[in-house]
T-cell receptor, first 115, second 110 residues
């Protein structure tokens, strides 16, 4: 079984530039999560999708961040414009709905550096 | 107060010893708890989860849950240098939300 696939693995941009991250979850996993992890901190949830529906986006900074999950499979997280404080690792994770719903499998992450 | 609190460490133990990692949570409605291991520069990977009060064992790992004290722990027996990593505690609370602590860094020295 292929794992959660994320791209790009690394991205360096200047502040005020846009950036986008892509995630392909494990096949059959209905729930998809985007987390942000700052250095020395635990992952912080940005948004959670159940199929195509964003069921929890309370922590997503909506003035500059957006996400979509068309067709309930792949997802894209966008930041526009990026700020210095957005430097972090953006982790995508997926899980099944129902029993064991919170057994998350994480992708390798996308490390963003904003200069 | 953070919702899930962990001592950042580092926790240093000699090879072969028992490592004890602790976590407290603030949401009394939390139903389940998870331990993830994260090697430097890698993504978190699930070690085990626990729903009921008491102990749950899986190989060298034992998770302990005390809901009355809002306390979760992870014991690693016969610690190996390969266990050196950051251990993240997470709780599932309202709206099925998984909240992570900041993690405890464990260093197992030969």
């Amino acid at each position: 079984e292929a794992g959660v696939v994320q791209s790009p693995r690394y991205k360096i941009i200047e502040k005020k530039q846009p950036v986008a991250f892509w995630c392909n979850p494990i096949s059959g996993h209905n729930t998809l999560y985007w987390y942000r992890q700052n250095l020395g901190q635990g992952p912080e949830l940005l948004i959670r999708y159940e199929n195509e529906e964003a069921v929890d986006d309370s922590q997503l900074p909506k003035d500059r961040f957006s996400a979509e999950r068309l067709k309930g499979v792949d997802s894209t997280l966008k930041i526009q414009p990026a700020e210095l404080g957005d430097s972090a690792v953006y982790l995508c994770a997926s899980s099944r709905l129902g029993q064991g719903a919170n057994v998350l499998t994480f992708g390798a992450g996308s490390r963003l550096t904003v200069l | 107060q953070k919702e899930v609190e962990q001592n950042s460490g580092p926790l240093s133990v000699p090879e072969g010893a028992i490592a004890s990692l602790n976590c407290t949570y603030s949401d009394r409605g939390s139903q389940s708890f998870f331990w993830y291991r994260q090697y430097s520069g890698k993504s978190p990977e699930l070690i085990m989860f626990i729903y009921s009060n008491g102990d749950k064992e899986d190989g060298r790992f034992t998770a302990q849950l005390n809901k009355a004290s809002q306390y979760v722990s992870l014991l690693i027996r016969d610690s190996q240098p390969s266990d050196s990593a950051t251990y993240l505690c997470a709780s599932r609370g309202g709206y099925n939300k998984l909240i992570f602590g900041a993690g405890t860094r464990l260093a197992v020295h030969p």
